[in-house]
């Protein structure tokens, strides 16, 4: 594991969204002290193994173990590195951290094509449960083309969509668009809290017959009956209609009746849309225009997804305040998508983004800058959405090969990162040398000296003069006798480190 190395911070002091250059499997690492279980959507679009990428990905393809299992399992399939193995044996490991970062009632989704989908779709089942799939969703990219398609044109690519606990989901909805909005053009006296309404029919064609729905609505002594049944239910029906929700209306002597949609309930909250498993609308020559527009080249990135679409997916799976995280990012699309909606609804969603490659300080970067700031031209120019980011690389290991803490990276980044993996936010100055924070009434001690053993000892617990109900204290070595421990509710963790050179 890595430590992550702060280089610079745009628009401000300090930031909680992050761009980090590195191998995403040593990011993702770095990342599991602070945000374990607390993502709540991860979206990536990750090489689509065309056969013609030129792999630069830490896969481990070579290691013993790998080769031994492709040429036992496998067979001579196995010795060709170059597609599928070699695809799965990257992707593999960063799921698994994924899935830990991804919070409880969090999602993900991967964009893919056909060359990995099958094989993609059945390592989420087995690293997610086949019962945590949402769905796989058909996106549309492009509306022509195909002159050079020997056989069919392929129009579509995937996105698989998988929950960490598919029942801690709660209703997937979008916000209502404009082709939906324009329907909602009629008024009442409702207006002010319930907002505009369109007219729904009430009756129903649906095969499913149940007697319970056939039923009469009285209007001007008259009984009004449905062809088939009713959506509703009786007391439903004639609660709405004194609630003067109904339509009635007469032509050529049969009656239909309508109920007023509000596009807001009752509680003041804005009606919102279904989501579709086919998107459509949003093409992928829109992503190079946005590339072109922002960065003065489109040819500055090959195929970047169009922010729309991340945009779409987000607003189904996320509210004002999620985390969102892209350990692929390629051009930075992700954190631009992010930074529109906050503009529009006046969130405050997070993003963290890895990009391994060069570019993720020329292209990536520098995208979520002029984001930011605002970009184009004349009719093209697009004002800044506002934001900050802070920009990361990669630094030293915290532990070495022999998983004992690597003391040269200094005791600041030691400090922290032990107060992180308790989940604190932070190590913390105080009156005490070793002292990293409290949460939940227990105190969070680290005694450590780079130079020599620490002993949690009488000696040390009387120059505590914080009061605790709990405390955890790291050292070297504990003396203190288990019982005495356990009556003054002391939790002990050893320090991961060789202290038979002192």
């Given at each position: 594991?890595r430590?992550?190395d702060?280089?610079?911070?745009?628009n401000?002091?300090?930031?909680?969204?992050r761009?980090?250059?590195g191998d995403?499997l040593e990011?993702?690492?770095?990342?599991l002290p602070?945000?374990?279980g607390r993502?709540?959507?991860i979206y990536?679009d990750?090489p689509?193994n065309?056969g013609?990428e030129?792999?630069?990905?830490?896969?481990n393809?070579k290691d013993?173990r790998?080769?031994?299992?492709?040429?036992e399992?496998?067979g001579?399939?196995?010795?060709?590195?170059c597609r599928h193995d070699k695809w799965?044996?990257?992707?593999?490991?960063?799921?698994?951290?994924?899935k830990?970062l991804?919070?409880?009632d969090?999602?993900?989704?991967?964009?893919?094509?056909?060359?990995?989908h099958?094989y993609l779709?059945?390592?989420l089942?087995?690293l997610?449960g086949?019962g945590?799939k949402?769905?796989?969703?058909v996106?549309?990219?492009?509306?022509g083309?195909?002159?050079?398609?020997?056989?069919?044109?392929?129009?579509h690519?995937?996105i698989?969509?998988f929950a960490k606990n598919?029942q801690s989901?709660?209703?997937?909805e979008?916000?209502?668009?404009?082709?939906?909005l324009?329907?909602?053009?009629?008024?009442d006296?409702?207006?002010?809290?319930?907002?505009?309404?369109?007219?729904?029919?009430?009756a129903t064609n649906?095969?499913?017959?149940?007697?319970?729905?056939?039923?009469p609505i009285?209007?001007?002594?008259?009984e009004?009956?449905?062809e088939?049944?009713w959506?509703?239910?009786r007391?439903r029906?004639?609660?709405a209609q004194?609630?003067?929700?109904?339509v009635?209306?007469?032509?050529?002597?049969i009656?239909?009746?309508s109920y007023k949609?509000?596009?807001?309930?009752?509680?003041?909250?804005e009606?919102k849309?279904k989501?579709y498993s086919i998107?459509e609308d949003i093409y992928?020559q829109?992503g190079t225009?946005?590339?072109?527009?922002i960065?003065?080249?489109g040819k500055?990135?090959s195929f970047p997804?169009?922010?729309r679409?991340?945009?779409?997916?987000?607003?189904?799976?996320?509210?004002?305040?999620s985390?969102?995280?892209d350990?692929f990012?390629?051009?930075?699309?992700?954190?631009?998508a992010v930074?529109?909606l906050?503009?529009?609804?006046?969130g405050n969603?997070?993003?963290i983004l890895?990009e391994?490659?060069d570019?993720a300080?020329?292209i990536t970067?520098?995208r979520?800058?002029r984001v930011?700031?605002g970009?184009?031209?004349?009719?093209?120019?697009?004002?800044?959405?506002?934001?900050?980011f802070?920009?990361y690389?990669?630094?030293?290991?915290?532990?070495?090969?022999e998983?004992?803490?690597?003391?040269?990276?200094g005791?600041a980044?030691i400090?922290?990162?032990?107060?992180?993996?308790?989940q604190l936010?932070g190590?913390?100055?105080g009156e005490?040398?070793a002292?990293l924070?409290?949460?939940d009434?227990m105190?969070y001690?680290f005694?450590y000296?780079?130079?020599?053993?620490?002993?949690?000892?009488?000696?040390f617990?009387?120059?505590?003069?914080r009061?605790?109900e709990?405390?955890l204290?790291y050292?070297?070595?504990?003396l203190l006798?288990?019982?005495f421990?356990h009556r003054h509710?002391?939790?002990?963790?050893?320090i991961?480190?060789?202290?038979?050179?002192?």
């Amino acid at each position: 594991m890595r430590c992550l190395d702060r280089r610079s911070t745009y628009n401000a002091e300090e930031s909680e969204n992050r761009i980090i250059h590195g191998d995403n499997l040593e990011a993702l690492k770095a990342l599991l002290p602070e945000y374990e279980g607390r993502v709540q959507c991860i979206y990536i679009d990750p090489p689509y193994n065309t056969g013609n990428e030129s792999w630069v990905y830490n896969d481990n393809v070579k290691d013993p173990r790998i080769v031994r299992w492709l040429g036992e399992v496998v067979g001579k399939e196995g010795e060709d590195f170059c597609r599928h193995d070699k695809w799965l044996c990257m992707m593999y490991p960063r799921l698994q951290l994924l899935k830990r970062l991804l919070a409880s009632d969090g999602v993900i989704l991967i964009s893919i094509d056909e060359n990995e989908h099958r094989y993609l779709e059945m390592v989420l089942e087995e690293l997610f449960g086949a019962g945590n799939k949402i769905e796989t969703f058909v996106w549309k990219k492009s509306y022509g083309g195909g002159a050079k398609s020997k056989h069919i044109v392929n129009v579509h690519e995937y996105i698989l969509c998988f929950a960490k606990n598919k029942q801690s989901i709660g209703l997937l909805e979008l916000p209502p668009n404009e082709k939906l909005l324009k329907y909602y053009k009629f008024k009442d006296d409702k207006f002010a809290y319930r907002g505009p309404y369109r007219l729904q029919p009430l009756a129903t064609n649906s095969m499913d017959m149940r007697p319970n729905l056939r039923y009469p609505i009285t209007h001007n002594g008259e009984e009004v009956w449905p062809e088939k049944q009713w959506q509703w239910s009786r007391d439903r029906a004639i609660a709405a209609q004194e609630n003067d929700e109904l339509v009635f209306k007469e032509k050529q002597g049969i009656w239909t009746v309508s109920y007023k949609q509000y596009l807001k309930t009752i509680d003041g909250k804005e009606r919102k849309a279904k989501a579709y498993s086919i998107i459509e609308d949003i093409y992928t020559q829109q992503g190079t225009n946005e590339i072109k527009v922002i960065l003065g080249d489109g040819k500055a990135f090959s195929f970047p997804k169009p922010s729309r679409l991340v945009e779409y997916l987000l607003n189904l799976v996320t509210d004002k305040n999620s985390i969102i995280l892209d350990s692929f990012a390629g051009s930075g699309t992700t954190a631009h998508a992010v930074l529109n909606l906050n503009k529009k609804d006046g969130g405050n969603r997070k993003f963290i983004l890895i990009e391994m490659m060069d570019y993720a300080e020329t292209i990536t970067a520098e995208r979520v800058r002029r984001v930011i700031d605002g970009y184009g031209e004349d009719t093209k120019a697009v004002p800044g959405t506002g934001g900050d980011f802070s920009y990361y690389t990669l630094g030293e290991r915290i532990f070495d090969h022999e998983d004992n803490l690597n003391e040269s990276i200094g005791i600041a980044k030691i400090r922290d990162y032990v107060a992180r993996t308790e989940q604190l936010p932070g190590a913390e100055q105080g009156e005490h040398p070793a002292w990293l924070g409290e949460k939940d009434r227990m105190g969070y001690y680290f005694h450590y000296q780079p130079d020599q053993a620490t002993f949690l000892n009488m000696d040390f617990l009387a120059t505590l003069t914080r009061k605790n109900e709990a405390y955890l204290i790291y050292a070297d070595v504990c003396l203190l006798d288990s019982d005495f421990m356990h009556r003054h509710c002391i939790r002990f963790k050893k320090i991961p480190r060789d202290i038979s050179r002192f």
